[in-house]
């Protein structure tokens, strides 16, 4: 299977103020297409050729390592995208609410620990909300790793890597996570991967 580059699922001028226009160009167009195309030419003749995303992710990490990177990075932003919506934030679904009231005690917390995540990852990576073991995680992670090949299944994710903030935010990461967590989330979304994993 090769990997192609989806449009994204609104007009790119559509998650301001949150996130501009020029950095969605760039980290959908420029960032995700290289992931793309640099993934596809390296799977060209391996026993990766012809497996499923998933499959690429979880069988090359600790492997290979332009394989994983590259793969990795297109299951997470595959997501990403989905993740965010005009309008986003707001009310959480009944199922998806009361887990994750279940495993952080309340929902502020479930935010403030997924904000936290991200805030204090060194480096290029993300922030999760996972399902593992029955419940719901905060995971971060480094570089294209995602809870995938930790055992969990990842239901939310932000991308902390410089290029998904910088242009609008400068330096200020946790300002961006806040306003990703407040007003760019896709609830629904989230709700609909949480019922997949706990079925």
Sequence with gaps: MSFTLDDLPYAYDALQPYMSKE??????????QAYVTNGNNLIKGT??????????????????????NNAGQHYNHI?????????????IPGGLEKALIDSFGSIE????????????????????LAVQGGKIVVTKTPNGE???VHGGVPIL?????????????????????KAFVEHLV??????????KATA
């Design 23 to 32: 950095t969605l160009e760039y980290h959908h167009d420029k960032h995700h």
């Design 47 to 68: 026993e990766f050729e012809g497996k499923s995303l998933e499959e690429i992710v979880k069988g090359s990490f600790g492997k290979h390592a332009g394989i994983f």
């Design 79 to 91: 997501h990403f995208w989905k993740w965010m919506k005009p309008n986003g934030g707001g009310k």
């Design 109 to 128: 917390k479930a935010k403030e620990d997924f904000i936290q995540g991200g805030v204090t990852q060194f480096g290029s990576g993300w922030s999760w």
């Design 146 to 148: 995602s809870p995938l």
């Design 157 to 177: 994710g932000v991308d902390v890597w410089e290029h998904s903030y910088y242009i609008d935010y400068r330096n200020r990461r946790p300002d961006y996570l």
């Design 186 to 195: 896709n609830w629904e979304y989230v709700d609909e991967l949480f019922q």
